[in-house]
Nanobody
Framework: QVQLVESGGGLVQPGGSLRLSCAASGSIFNNADMGWYRQAPGKQRELVAAHSSGGITNYAASVKGRFTISRDSAKNTVYLQMNNLKPEDTAVYYC??????????WGQGTQVIVSS
């Protein structure tokens, strides 16, 4: 049974930083592409950042240069470091894992609010 547990969301002022964490099961961590989507009110879900099992990363244009995705194999955890946050970053952020031969697994979502 594969599960992803997210943490790290909260309220932050514009220009501030947050780090989201996504703890994955050890059985899939090294074999799955992983990353983060977000969904803002009234908008479709958007791919924010992706990290392949081989270490290749991709970012949405809107967050490039501000967000960094990383993986810590010792902790079976994927992180999303978010710097210089803007109000338009406000959304629920969802972690995902895409195993090679299994269906995708999703985290429960964590709320990020960027506001003065």
């Amino acid at each position: 049974q594969v599960q992803l547990v997210e943490s790290g969301g909260g309220l932050v002022q514009p220009g501030g930083s947050l780090r989201l964490s996504c703890a994955a099961s050890g059985s899939i961590f090294n074999n799955a592409d992983m990353g983060w989507y977000r969904q803002a009110p009234g908008k479709q879900r958007e791919l924010v950042a992706a990290h392949s099992s081989g270490g290749i990363t991709n970012y949405a244009a809107s967050v490039k240069g501000r967000f960094t995705i990383s993986r810590d194999s010792a902790k079976n955890t994927v992180y999303l470091q978010m710097n210089n946050l803007k109000p338009e970053d406000t959304a629920v952020y969802y972690c995902y894992a895409r195993p090679t031969f299994s269906r995708d697994v999703w985290g429960q979502g964590t709320q990020v609010i960027v506001s003065s």
